[in-house]
């Protein structure tokens, strides 16, 4: 069955320091992969999305993701958290028309 | 700002009635879906349309639930008979499909529905 892990319920981090938020897919072949952000009672903003090519991806609000095949795994990173980044993240992969999500990451900021 | 709207934003009813949601796409897309999400879960899918027709329904969208998209358009969707536990957030996201481009889904804020 297709799926998308995110370990992490949440996490915290310190204001200025570096994140990364894991996310692990299940898919027969490499489906189409999305980071989303959720704040509080808001829709979900889109940071970046994977479909081919660079493994690199490079989103808004200075995240970046990787797409490792051999770990079917695409972890959100960014390398200077700001206070304003708290909030609900979501890893979604699709296969076609269908999205699955994660069940996301909270992330606190600590001053 | 041309997003994804829905509206209301928050709704609260009491068990056993009926409720409606309105979506509004971004106006170019004809691709249309629903999703629910309750506290601490992502966005379950629901149902999806591709202009008017309604070509995928979840097995989470029970009879009390019916979606339309008349003009190809906005979107409804109506939850006839609320229970408690149809509480959550309703989102309406929607894509464009392009020949030799895979799309993109953008989400309007939702809609919170509290049922007493």
């Known amino acids: 069955a297709q799926s998308v892990t995110q370990p992490d319920i949440h996490i915290t981090v310190s204001e200025g320091a570096s994140l990364e938020l894991r996310c692990n897919y299940s898919y027969g072949a490499t489906p189409y992969l999305f980071w989303y952000v959720q704040s509080p009672g808001q829709g979900l903003q889109l940071l970046l999305k994977?479909?081919?090519?660079?493994?690199l991806v490079q989103g808004i609000k200075g995240f970046e993701a990787e797409f490792k095949r051999s770990q079917s795994s695409f972890n959100l990173r960014k390398p200077s958290v700001h206070w304003s980044d708290a909030a609900e993240y979501f890893c979604a992969g699709t296969g076609g028309f269908k999205t699955i999500f994660g069940a996301g990451t909270r992330l606190f900021v600590k001053a | 700002d041309t997003g994804v709207s829905q509206d209301p934003r928050h709704k609260i009813t009491k068990r056993g009635q009926n409720v409606t949601f309105r979506c509004d796409p971004i106006?170019?897309?004809?691709?249309l879906y629903w999703y629910r999400q309750t506290l601490g879960q992502g966005p379950e899918f629901l149902t999806y349309?591709?202009?008017?027709?309604?070509?995928?329904k979840s097995r989470l969208l029970s009879d009390r639930f019916s979606a339309e998209r008349p003009k190809g358009s906005f979107s409804t969707l109506e939850i006839q008979r609320t229970e408690q536990g149809d509480s959550a957030m309703y989102l309406c996201a929607s894509s464009a499909t392009t020949r030799g481009a895979q799309e993109t889904q953008y989400f309007g804020p939702g809609t919170r529905l509290l049922v007493l």
């Open positions: 106006s170019e897309h004809n691709r």
């Open positions: 994977y479909f081919s090519g660079d493994t």
């Open positions: 349309f591709q202009n008017e027709a309604q070509l995928e």
